[in-house]
């Protein structure tokens, strides 16, 4: 089994900054891609960014420039930095590994449990 445990979230005001953190555990053979997602209240899930296997990254518009994702293969760990947070930012962020799990033999996505990131004006 593979499981994933996100932390960082919390209240910020507009202009700050949060650091997110995504750790993988189980039974996981290897991680290829990592992304972070967030879903708004009343709104669908959307990509916020990505990065590959080896280190090649992807932002959703909305986020470039202003948030970077990095992980650390080390500690199956994909961070997400967020910086100049704007209300609009506010959202469950989730994460979600794409993974090939010892026991089962093939790659599958894995998602967190998701963090709250709130974002006052």
């Known amino acids: 089994q593979v499981q994933l445990v996100e932390s960082g979230g919390g209240l910020v005001q507009a202009g700050g900054s949060l650091r997110l953190s995504c750790v993988a555990s189980g039974t996981i053979y290897s991680i290829n891609d990592m992304t972070w997602n967030r879903q708004a209240p009343g709104k669908q899930r959307e990509l916020v960014a990505v990065i590959s296997s080896g280190g090649s990254t992807h932002y959703s518009d909305s986020v470039k420039g202003r948030f970077t994702i990095s992980r650390d293969n080390a500690k199956n760990t994909v961070y997400l930095q967020m910086n100049s947070l704007k209300p609009e930012d506010t959202a469950v962020y989730y994460c979600?590994?794409?993974?090939?799990?010892?026991?089962?033999?093939?790659?599958?996505?894995?998602w967190g449990q998701g963090t709250q990131v709130t974002v006052s004006s």
């Open positions: 979600k590994i794409r993974a090939q799990d010892y026991l089962l033999g093939y790659l599958s996505d894995y």
